[in-house]
């Protein structure tokens, strides 16, 4: 039985990794960074993975075995499972698709364009999700935590491709040249909540999106290579809401200042505190009061 039942449920601790990112190392560093963003990046759909999974990938880095091989024993392990309940299959789209996202980041191949995002989606989700690498061809809502319980407006079915293309066309032909990285990083921070308002796929789009900007960041000379998506990849995705979201009647506006604290975190390496509670709209209007009666 392998321990198929201890195996099976999700794991609840701390992510064993932080060893691997102060080895001297380098391909156990690398290693264990895209690992724990893979895992990290879960949470963002509320996701954990199992046992089983953390187990394989610290053989992985250590170097015991392969990313391919990784995704054999993934394969292999849910072939043999004999019931699928809910919460299982969950757990297997996040072992499968930490899998597949620790082999992306560590391929150096990659093309800024529309088709690059979509075969990511693809190649994070296949045989996961019907709609892998396909546009949605229906509107969405869905209700945010932050918001309380408000949605973002995303793009419109009938527009994605279009929106898409376009806001490719618009960060291929802007140039970064003679500003500040204050600068640069408040550009970062208005092109990835774009490209993430989109939401051009029925499921999976906050993954996506965070995969393509660590590639493209690496592409403009930033690592990107610390563990801040590890830890903080659901105030990410709340940052993403809130720089997509107004309000006027109730005095809230979209803004990046929450992004853009936490990618001055993953390229600068700064330490600015990143806690939900300050984006979620009734917490960060109570910020706003202080700071004015301060």
């Known amino acids: ?96 698709v930490s899998a597949r996202i620790a082999q992306i980041l560590s391929e150096t191949a990659f093309s800024f364009s529309p088709n ?15 709609h892998a690498g396909k546009i949605r061809d229906y509107n969405i809502t869905k209700k945010e935590w932050v918001l309380d319980g408000a949605t973002v407006i995303y793009g419109s079915a009938s527009e994605l491709r279009t929106t898409l293309e376009y806001d490719f066309s618009q960060e291929r032909e802007f140039s970064y040249k003679g500003l500040s990285m204050d600068e640069i990083i408040h550009h970062f921070a208005v092109f990835i909540s774009r490209l993430w308002q989109i939401h051009i796929f029925g499921e999976g789009n906050t993954r996506t999106t965070a995969v393509f900007f660590i590639k493209y960041l690496r592409t403009l000379g930033f690592p990107a290579t610390n563990d801040i998506f590890a830890e903080n990849a659901w105030y990410f995705r709340n940052a993403l809401v809130r720089a997509n979201y107004t309000n006027l009647q109730k005095g809230i506006y979209e803004t990046t200042e929450y992004l853009e604290a936490f990618i001055r975190n993953l390229i600068l390496d700064e330490k600015n505190e990143l806690h939900n509670r300050n984006l979620h709209i009734s917490g960060s209007l109570s910020v706003e009061k202080d700071k004015l009666k301060k």
């Not at 053989?59 to 990784?70: A, D, M, P, R, W």
């Not at 075969?119 to 999700?129: P, S, V």
Request: aromatic fraction near 10%; proline fraction near 5%.
């Open 116 to 130: 690059e995002y979509i075969a990511i989606h693809r190649k994070l989700f296949q045989g996961i999700y019907k």
């Open 1 to 96: 039985m392998r321990g198929e039942e201890q195996k099976k449920i999700a794991y609840q601790g701390p992510i064993p990794f932080k060893e691997y990112l102060k080895e001297s190392e380098p391909d156990k560093v690398s290693k264990g960074y895209a690992w724990s963003t893979a895992i990290g990046l879960q949470a963002v759909d509320g996701l954990k993975p199992s046992q089983y999974l953390i187990d394989i990938a610290v053989q992985n880095i250590e170097g015991k075995i392969t990313l391919k091989e990784v995704q054999n024993l993934i394969d292999i392990y849910y072939e043999e499972r004999p019931v699928h309940l809910s919460d299982d299959e969950r757990i297997e789209e996040a072992d499968k």
